[in-house]
């Protein structure tokens, strides 16, 4: 089957029957986040010129190297299956484009040799590729999670086992994921003195994406772990509060209701997006691309989140009110009147961010 995405066509694996997997694995919901990946690499060459080399670490098609390689990056698809390193071969003449495959372990290559911006993008978890991930990058680590139950808790064991915290399955689950992913990141590059700092984030149909840039030393990597921290959570009146630290020290009790809270934790509690990249990435995002519209509306939504690491759904809120639920964009503009920070957020068409705590926002928003 063939499928047009960008500047390239490729061939990759019919869709199999239920029950039954393909020869190498091929992801057509993943379309937005490739798009968004060669809109980044275009942002993140502009922001930091002499960066050159990309590698695809878990290949398959190649669908993604191919695209990196037709945007004149310095390409290398890696892959430990015959077939698909096969394919990706393939898929490179198809294009007329010149890249490096490699048959191999993507730990063994990455632990080997460096490239200036990494892309981990398995099937599941990215955490068994982390600490190569991390040794073979120089400036930029990509990574990708579709483990999304174990990320936010809906799983919880395996979540704790794979991510090294303590996630809660809660109304914010989407982003609690992420900010476990990003902790299980940032932790894991500390430990060879790296700083990593996300500059994009996003969690869309059922995955994380996340783009790491680093810095090197132990100081700016010190300064990562700071921003590292637990949230406490009320399930009945979902009232939450967060502190920094890799000590957890939660409240007895839910200060609104008395209820008991659950802790997450250690996750990120910094910024998951810088603005400015955002709108970065955004203008350049072209009219070949099959997303373009969706990834635009989703960058501009990212740019304008504020910054707080948790969000509400408006829906859930009223639902525990007993009273119906309002436009959005009122019910935001309610919360600025009365002076706070607010926002939407790209987790869910109901759901913003504020500065308010739960107590403050029923009062600002009520009739």
Same mark, same amino acid.
């Given at each position: 089957?063939?499928? &047009?995405?960008? =500047?390239?066509?490729?061939? @990759?694996p019919?869709?199999? $029957? !239920?029950g039954?997997?393909?020869? #190498? ?18 942002a ?9 080399t ?13 695209r ?5 990056w ?6 430990i ?7 990706c ?10 890249? &490096?495959?490699? =048959?191999?372990?993507?730990? @063994?290559?990455?632990h080997? $040799? !460096?490239?200036?911006?990494?892309d #981990? ?5 990215p955490i068994p ?31 704790v086992?794979?991510?090294g ?25 500390a ?6 700092r ?12 996340t ?21 406490h ?9 967060h ?6 020290d ?5 200060p ?13 509690l ?8 955002a709108?970065a ?16 509306e ?6 304008e989140?504020?910054d ?9 809120l009223?639902?525990r ?23 939407r ?7 913003f ?8 926002i ?5 009739e």
């Amino acid at each position: 089957m063939r499928v &047009s995405e960008g =500047r390239v066509t490729v061939t @990759v694996p019919e869709q199999p $029957e !239920a029950g039954k997997g393909a020869d #190498v694995f091929f992801n057509p919901v993943q379309e937005l986040n490739r798009d968004i990946t060669v809109a980044a690499l275009r942002a993140y060459r502009e922001r930091t010129p002499r960066v050159s080399t990309y590698l695809d670490a878990t290949a398959a098609s190649g669908i993604r190297g191919v695209r990196a390689a037709a945007n004149d990056w310095e390409t290398t698809l890696c892959d430990i299956d015959d077939d698909a390193t096969a394919l990706c071969e393939q898929n490179l003449e198809r294009n007329d484009l010149a890249a &490096s495959v490699r =048959r191999s372990d993507a730990n @063994v290559l990455m632990h080997s $040799e !460096a490239f200036d911006v990494v892309d #981990v993008d398995p099937f599941g978890t990215p955490i068994p590729f982390a600490d190569a991930a991390v040794q073979g990058t120089k400036h930029l680590l990509c990574v990708t999670a579709t483990d999304t139950a174990p990320l936010c808790g809906a799983h919880f064991e395996s979540g704790v086992r794979s991510y090294g915290a303590v996630p809660r399955n809660t109304e914010f689950h989407a982003e609690m994921g992420m900010r476990v992913l990003l902790s299980a990141m940032v932790r894991t590059a500390a430990r060879y003195d790296i700083a990593a700092r996300p500059i994009l984030s996003h969690a869309t149909k059922h995955y994380a994406r996340t783009y790491l840039e680093f810095d090197h030393g132990a100081k700016v990597a010190n300064d990562c772990i700071d921003e590292l921290g637990y949230v406490h959570h009320c399930q009945h009146c979902l009232w939450r509060d967060h502190d920094y630290g890799l000590i957890a020290d939660p409240p007895e009790d839910c200060p609104v209701c008395d209820k008991h809270l659950q802790t997450a934790g250690p996750i990120w509690l910094g910024r998951t997006c810088e603005p400015a990249f955002a709108d970065a990435v955004s203008e350049q995002v072209t009219e070949e691309m099959g997303t373009a519209d969706e990834a635009r509306e989703l960058l501009a939504t990212l740019s304008e989140e504020i910054d707080t690491p948790t969000h509400y759904d408006q829906h859930r809120l009223c639902k525990r009110w007993g009273r119906g639920a309002e436009a959005m964009d009122e019910f935001i503009e309610k919360l600025r009147d009365t002076g706070y920070e607010a926002s939407r957020t790209h987790y869910g068409g109901t759901t913003f961010k504020t500065d308010a705590d739960v107590v403050e926002i029923r009062e600002a928003t009520a009739e």
